[in-house]
Each structure stands twice: as C-alpha cells, then as structure tokens.
C-alpha cells in the first residue's frame, strides 16, 4: 500500500519559516520525481516546488529563493523547507510522487501565515 504522509504545517508569523516533510512508503522512492503543490481557499492546486530523481529542482517564480526542497532518499522523505513566509503562502500544502505512469498524494497538511 502507498503512502505519502505530509508533517510539518501549522501557524507562523509573518517572516518566519516551516520545514515540511512527507514520508513515502510502499514505493521505491528513488524512483520518483517528487513535488510540493498548494492550494489556497478558492484557488486551484498549483505545483511549487519539484526535484528529479537525480536531483534537478525547479519553483515556481513565487517561492523562489525563500523555498527549498531536498530528499533523503535513505528515509524516502522529501522535505520542504520555508522561509520568510508571507500571508499569502497560507494554504494546504501537498506531496506528490510521480513516475509518469504512477502519481501519488499525500493527504495534506495546513500552513497558515498570519500574526
């Protein structure tokens, strides 16, 4: 059974910073491209972060030089780490594995930016 489990949300000031986590289970994780993706009240899930299976990251413009994901893929997790958050990263954020024929989701977890 696959399982992608998210950890790490909850609420932050303004300026601060969150480092997310999402463990795999039941796949062979070196073997996927891996993701975040978010999705704010009324908005649809977009993908923010994505690192390769060799490594390769890429982010959307927003995140840019204040977000930063890695992998372990000794402890098939994948980490998200946040910095200078703004109100506007609030959102449920989400972990995706992918192989092109296989895509999998964790079930999300809540960061919220406010003071």
């Known amino acids: 059974q696959v399982q992608l489990v998210e950890s790490g949300g909850g609420l932050v000031q303004p300026g601060g910073s969150l480092r997310l986590s999402c463990a795999a289970s039941?796949?062979?994780?070196?073997?996927?491209?891996m993701a975040w993706y978010r999705q704010a009240p009324g908005q649809q899930r977009e993908v923010i972060a994505l690192?390769?299976?060799?490594?390769?990251?890429n982010y959307v413009d927003s995140v840019k030089g204040r977000f930063t994901i890695s992998r372990d893929n000794a402890k098939n997790t994948v980490y998200l780490q946040m910095n200078s958050l703004k109100p506007e990263d609030t959102a449920v954020y989400y972990c995706?594995?992918?192989?092109?024929?296989?895509?999998?989701w964790g079930q999300g977890t809540q960061v919220t930016v406010s003071s």
């Open positions: 039941g796949i062979i994780f070196s073997s996927y491209s």
């Open positions: 995706n594995g992918g192989t092109g024929t296989e895509d999998y």
């Open positions: 690192i390769t299976t060799v490594g390769r990251t």
